[in-house]
Structures are given as structure tokens and as C-alpha cells.
């Protein structure tokens, strides 16, 4: 596939930080100097503060220091899909000893992820939904682990905006191919995520107050 983002820097710890989220979330991006030519199926590029001046894009974005670059390559790869936001984004997780995420938007698989605890796994799908605006948003959890899986559910229900739905599903047949799989690294609960994210699920009814988010 041909880039459509580009990184534009000769700071090397940000092009670090850049390049290594870029990679985690399987993009292609093309790596230039802030003088170099730009071509023209580039529909994004990211560059520093200091190198901003240097270059003319209608699609710049601005990596700070110290910034969280998952937000800004998240911007960056819904730009270069031609989006301002998804219509839909959807979270599926598969509860366990690991938890298995995967992030959903418009039907393309975002990212993935896993989270040793029901407190990380919450903290990971809160950030996701955060940089990934949405119409509608709507986290699905695997019913397969009921222990894990419930204590995720309350962290998700006491925490994220009513607006998210929430879904309960039906993890049969999700592990069959996966288990197949060595489990490095998490990929057999990844799988398993991206099989739960496709499901629809039970809906979970959200708590009454919206006051832990003021």
C-alpha cells in the first residue's frame, strides 16, 4: 500500500516515538527531511515545533515534546483515510488473565493491544475511545472469563460517557481458530477481541449518574 503519511523531522527522539507508533499500528509512512519534497499522494504529515515553518501541507499536524504520539499518529491515519471522524468505533476485548483489545473504526481494524488487569485494560479502552472520535461508540466484552470480565465491565460502566454502549457477548467459537496459535505476546486474545468486536452482544444497561465524568 502506498504511504499517505508522512513523517517530516531530523529530530531523532521524535522520529522515535512517531515511527515506533506507526509501526505498532501496521501504517506505511514515507520518512523525509522538512526541506525535502513532499509528494503528492501524501495526504498528512507530522512534523516537530521547531520544523513546522519549514514546510507547506494543507494537512500538517504538530508533534509536541513529551506528547502521547498514539494521539497525533491516530489523527493522522483518520486524515489519510479522508475522515474528520469514524461513524462507528468499536471496542472488542476478550477478558482473561491477558486481555485481548482490538479497536475497531468503520469496520478497519485500528489497533490491538493487551492489558495485564481489568484497571489497564479500562485505562487502554478510555484512551482509544478519546482518540478516536466517534458518532457512535460501543465496547464489546467477552463473556468467557465472567470473574474478569465483570470487574471491567464496572470500571467501564462507573467511568466512561453514558453515550458509549456497552454489549455483552457471546465468546463461543472466538478461541477455536486462535488457540491453534502460539500465544505470543497476546495474539491468540487479540484474535479473540477482533472476533467479539464483530458480534453483536447483549446490551448492558449504564448506570443512572453521569458525575464521575464532571
Avoid at 26 to 33: E, G, H, I, W
Avoid at 165 to 182: F, I, Q
Amino acid at each position: 500500500m502506498k504511504a499517505k503519511i508522512a513523517v517530516a523531522t531530523v529530530s531523532g527522539k521524535a522520529y522515535y516515538f512517531l515511527v515506533n507508533e506507526l509501526k505498532r499500528k501496521n501504517l506505511s509512512f514515507l520518512s523525509l527531511k522538512p526541506t525535502d519534497h513532499i509528494p503528492f499522494d501524501i495526504k498528512v504529515v507530522i512534523t516537530t515545533e521547531r520544523e513546522q515553518n519549514q514546510i507547506t501541507h494543507p494537512n500538517l499536524l504538530i508533534y509536541k515534546d513529551d506528547a502521547n504520539p498514539a494521539i497525533i499518529i491516530a489523527e493522522a491515519a483518520r486524515i489519510a483515510q479522508g475522515k474528520t471522524s469514524y461513524e462507528k468505533v468499536v471496542v472488542g476485548v476478550d477478558p482473561g488473565k491477558t486481555f485481548g483489545i482490538a479497536v475497531l473504526g468503520d469496520g478497519k481494524i485500528l489497533e490491538t493491544a493487551n492489558g495485564a488487569s481489568a484497571e489497564e485494560t479500562f485505562r487502554i479502552v478510555k484512551d482509544v475511545l478519546k482518540r478516536n472520535p466517534a458518532g457512535f461508540s460501543v465496547v464489546r466484552v467477552g463473556d468467557g472469563a465472567p470473574d474478569y470480565a465483570e470487574d471491567l465491565l464496572r470500571l467501564l460502566d462507573e467511568n466512561l460517557p453514558k453515550n458509549v454502549v456497552m454489549e455483552k457477548v457471546c465468546e463461543e467459537g472466538t478461541t477455536r481458530l486462535s488457540s491453534e496459535l502460539p500465544n505470543r505476546k497476546g495474539a491468540r486474545d487479540v484474535i479473540s477481541a477482533i472476533k467479539i468486536a464483530g458480534r453483536f452482544g447483549r446490551p448492558i444497561k449504564r448506570r443512572e449518574s453521569d458525575e464521575s465524568n464532571h
